[in-house]
């Protein structure tokens, strides 16, 4: 049983995450932010989920946009568990979760990633690459930036997207408030795409994986 137990390998925080923990878990590491996870925990099984129900072994992927790398946990699902051949551009704004990716979480096994520091709004505002899929998985602990479900973060997604090309939008249900903006989310995302799909995934299918694909 004790090969099982979870045992917290570092602490750590920073201005946009207060708490931050690398937990090992069975055989694996984890990170945490104070509530919820960031990679490799439930999160990874919902993205697996998800791709495994859209079988996006399928796909032709060249080019991917992962808004919210964290510590990895997406790349690591489509280039380790996939074998998909494919460069990867991660943006994630807290440095230190980008440290602690690199310590923990073998971000050199990797093929052709770009990782950049820097606000995800601010970068899809000013970006001129075109990509097969954009992931949006945007969280300061629990929570979406308001400014990540609006009509104009949409449109500059859309913008970034080859024609054929694919959204995948991770919004987590946890109360009412992330329910009714789930909502909101749903209508923006339809005014914007004209395909929404959406997915239930992951621990009592609380996450909403909205998939839209860019035809126009």
């Avoid at 931050?20 to 099984?45: C, F, M, P, Q, T």
Wanted: net charge neutral; glycine share 6%; hydrophobic share 40%.
């Amino acid at each position: 049983m004790d090969a099982f137990k979870e045992r917290v390998i570092s602490r750590t925080g920073s201005q946009y995450n207060p708490t931050l923990e690398v937990i090992r878990s069975g055989n694996h590491l984890v990170l945490d932010a104070k509530s919820v996870n960031y990679s490799y925990g439930g999160l990874h099984r919902a993205f697996r989920q998800l791709f495994r129900k859209i079988r996006i072994s399928k796909w032709n992927i060249g080019n991917v946009l992962i808004l919210g790398f964290g510590a990895g946990s997406i790349a690591s699902i489509l280039q380790h568990e996939y074998q998909i051949d494919c460069k990867i551009t991660g943006v994630e704004i807290d440095p230190e979760v980008i440290r602690i990716g690199k310590e923990y979480f073998r971000f050199n096994s990797f093929s052709n990633l770009n990782l950049i520091e820097q606000d995800a709004i601010l970068f899809i505002e000013e970006n001129s690459e075109f990509f097969d899929i954009v992931v949006v998985d945007l969280y300061l602990d629990k929570e979406v930036p308001p400014k990540a479900e609006t009509s104009e973060f949409a449109d500059f997604i859309k913008k970034a997207l080859k024609t054929e090309g694919h959204l995948i939008f991770n919004k987590w249900i946890h109360d009412t408030v992330s329910m009714e903006s789930a909502a909101r989310l749903e209508k923006v995302l339809t005014n914007t795409f004209d395909n929404l799909k959406i997915y239930r995934t992951g621990h009592n299918r609380m996450n909403r994986m909205m998939v839209c694909r860019r035809t126009d």
